[in-house]
């Protein structure tokens, strides 16, 4: 019913920038909560950062003052700027939303594939 699409991952060396994107689509009614996630080789999958329907945020300290989330509600899509990367910011990253598809029935949570990033030293 709700599908995610990130775009934006790929290769970049210490030092650099690259944005994601993750777009929903399908039956959404609204959506609430939406994040980014990554899990490192061997660990586990921790929050990076994560964004309310009103525009609030929240980041792991690790990417405070370097990584910015936003959203655009019009087009059911939230981004992860990031900047000033470093190698242990390699990773997959997944996007995450709380969607309603229903006005009668309660809001769940989908993910998207997950998105390859690589930050060489």
């Known amino acids: 019913q709700v599908q995610l699409v990130e775009s934006g991952g790929g290769l970049v060396q210490a030092g650099g920038s690259l944005r994601l994107s993750c777009a929903a689509s399908?039956?959404?009614?609204?959506?609430?909560?939406m994040a980014w996630y990554r899990q490192a080789p061997g660990e586990s999958r921790e929050l990076v950062a994560g964004?309310?329907?009103?525009?609030?945020?929240n980041y792991a300290d690790s990417v405070k003052g370097r990584f910015t989330i936003s959203r655009d509600n019009a087009k059911n899509t939230v981004y992860l700027q990031m900047n000033s990367m470093k190698p242990e910011d390699t990773a997959v990253y997944s996007c995450y939303a709380d969607v309603r598809v229903t006005i009668f029935r309660s809001s769940r949570g989908y993910w998207g594939q997950g998105t390859q990033v690589t930050v060489s030293s």
């Open positions: 964004i309310d329907s009103g525009g609030s945020t």
């Open positions: 399908g039956r959404i009614v609204s959506i609430n909560d």
